[in-house]
């Protein structure tokens, strides 16, 4: 039996579905991925914003698996004595006129990777797994911006992850900052999941955040209800597998802190072919600026594996009340000679991985 989702990923099959390949949220991407042949990978991330900012990265990641060594004789007769330690298993073989000892070592492994941004911010990331005990993965995070000032140069993080079946439990820390903890847990069975966050500063000795939720789960369909910004946000969603091509997702989002409008999304996905996909949104909410305004925003979206490693995507989002005016935003990963002069934005999105 395998551990539940994270607390964070409760909702995740509906999250995925409304939020991600939708490509109209930046006007350019690019990213670049490729392995050498040691093991080391690296990507390259570059993008730039409708604003007219640009930012980038790149990014290197090196795997250390687990391996062993095993030493051993062929004519064992009778095994006295065996003890069993985390990273060697060993045994005394004793024989007439012979002594043998057979010893396996395991390497537990880690894994390093490092991110240098065009902030000329440098993040080092340390994965520990299975070391500390079964189920219990050990991340060291650290950051250095050599720009910023002293007290906000650097950042140093601890995260420990535990699995067991039923069982999801997950503690950040924040070492430099308060300190201060996060902590959170899920509790699995037959599908049915329910968890629990909260926050924790050291220093002020006080509860900084708490957040709930339930959900279950099945390969087909998921439901979820969350609590969060101390159960003061609720929201509900559903996700439904309808076939091998069809998925279909909701959301709805409440405020008890604000105003009573209730903020809804549902979202599509239809696959074509087994290289190419098509999806589809609409965000019903309503938001304060001078007054309270009814919007509804739509989105679609286009994913199409050209060849093997490289994929493109088109996107657009359209203001339903405004789709006569030039206010819509395009961003799309080959220009178009037919893109009509009402569109004021207009991007591009490639994936490359060798």
Same mark, same amino acid.
């Given at each position: 039996?395998?551990?539940?989702?994270?607390?964070?990923?409760?909702?995740?099959?509906?999250?995925?579905?409304?939020?991600?390949?939708?490509?109209?949220?930046?006007?350019?991407?690019?990213?670049?991925?490729?392995?050498?042949?040691?093991?080391?990978?690296?990507?390259?991330?570059?993008?730039?914003?409708?604003?007219?900012?640009?930012?980038?990265?790149?990014?290197?990641?090196?795997?250390?698996?687990?391996?062993?060594?095993?030493?051993?004789?062929l004519h064992l007769v009778v095994c006295t004595h065996s003890s069993i330690f985390?990273?060697?298993?060993?045994?005394?073989?004793?024989?007439?006129?012979?002594?043998?000892?057979?010893?396996?070592?395991?390497?537990?492994?880690?894994?390093?990777?490092?991110?240098?941004?065009?902030?000329?911010?440098?993040?080092?990331?340390?994965?520990?797994?299975?070391?500390?005990?079964?189920?219990?993965?050990?991340?060291?995070?650290t950051s250095f911006l050599p720009s910023a000032s002293p007290d906000k140069s650097?950042?140093?993080?601890?995260?420990?992850?535990?699995?067991?079946?039923?069982?999801?439990?997950?503690?950040?820390?924040?070492?430099?900052?308060?300190?201060?903890?996060?902590?959170?847990?899920? $509790?699995?069975?037959?599908?049915?999941? *329910?968890?629990?966050?909260?926050?924790?500063?050291?220093? #002020? @000795?006080? &509860?900084? +955040?708490?957040?709930?939720?339930?959900?279950?789960?099945?390969?087909?369909?998921?439901?979820?209800?969350?609590?969060?910004?101390?159960?003061?946000?609720?929201?509900?969603?559903?996700?439904?597998?309808?076939?091998?091509?069809?998925?279909?997702?909701?959301?709805?989002?409440?405020?008890?802190?604000?105003?009573?409008?209730?903020?809804?999304?549902?979202?599509?996905?239809?696959?074509?072919?087994?290289?190419?996909?098509?999806?589809?949104?609409?965000?019903?909410?309503?938001?304060?600026?001078?007054?309270?305004?009814?919007?509804?925003?739509?989105?679609?979206?286009?994913?199409?594996?050209?060849?093997?490693?490289?994929?493109?995507?088109?996107?657009?989002?359209?203001?339903?009340?405004? $789709?006569?005016?030039?206010?819509?935003? *395009?961003?799309?990963?080959?220009?178009?000679?037919?893109? #009509? @002069?009402? &569109?004021? +934005?207009?991007?591009?999105?490639?994936?490359?991985?060798?």
């Amino acid at each position: 039996m395998s551990a539940p989702a994270a607390f964070s990923d409760i909702a995740k099959p509906s999250n995925d579905l409304l939020n991600k390949d939708f490509y109209h949220t930046v006007a350019a991407n690019l990213e670049v991925k490729s392995k050498a042949p040691n093991g080391v990978s690296f990507n390259v991330k570059g993008q730039s914003a409708h604003e007219g900012s640009t930012s980038g990265s790149i990014e290197g990641k090196y795997t250390d698996a687990p391996s062993g060594t095993i030493f051993h004789y062929l004519h064992l007769v009778v095994c006295t004595h065996s003890s069993i330690f985390n990273a060697i298993d060993h045994q005394i073989i004793l024989t007439p006129g012979m002594a043998a000892l057979l010893m396996v070592y395991q390497r537990a492994g880690l894994t390093l990777t490092q991110t240098w941004t065009t902030l000329n911010s440098l993040n080092t990331k340390v994965e520990l797994d299975n070391q500390l005990a079964k189920g219990v993965k050990t991340e060291i995070l650290t950051s250095f911006l050599p720009s910023a000032s002293p007290d906000k140069s650097k950042s140093a993080k601890l995260n420990l992850f535990f699995k067991q079946p039923n069982f999801h439990g997950r503690a950040f820390f924040d070492l430099l900052k308060g300190p201060v903890a996060n902590v959170d847990a899920v $509790l699995g069975h037959e599908g049915f999941l *329910v968890g629990a966050e909260a926050g924790y500063d050291v220093q #002020k @000795a006080s &509860i900084t +955040k708490y957040s709930a939720a339930v959900g279950y789960s099945m390969p087909e369909y998921s439901a979820a209800i969350t609590a969060t910004n101390n159960l003061s946000v609720f929201s509900a969603s559903y996700y439904h597998k309808v076939s091998s091509q069809v998925e279909a997702g909701a959301k709805a989002t409440w405020d008890s802190k604000g105003s009573n409008n209730v903020g809804l999304e549902v979202a599509s996905k239809y696959r074509l072919d087994p290289s190419s996909f098509a999806k589809a949104s609409l965000l019903l909410f309503r938001y304060r600026l001078a007054k309270i305004n009814d919007r509804g925003i739509a989105a679609a979206a286009y994913s199409v594996l050209l060849r093997q490693g490289v994929t493109l995507g088109l996107g657009a989002s359209f203001d339903t009340q405004k $789709l006569n005016e030039a206010a819509h935003k *395009v961003d799309q990963t080959v220009r178009m000679t037919n893109v #009509k @002069a009402n &569109i004021e +934005k207009v991007g591009a999105s490639f994936t490359f991985e060798a």
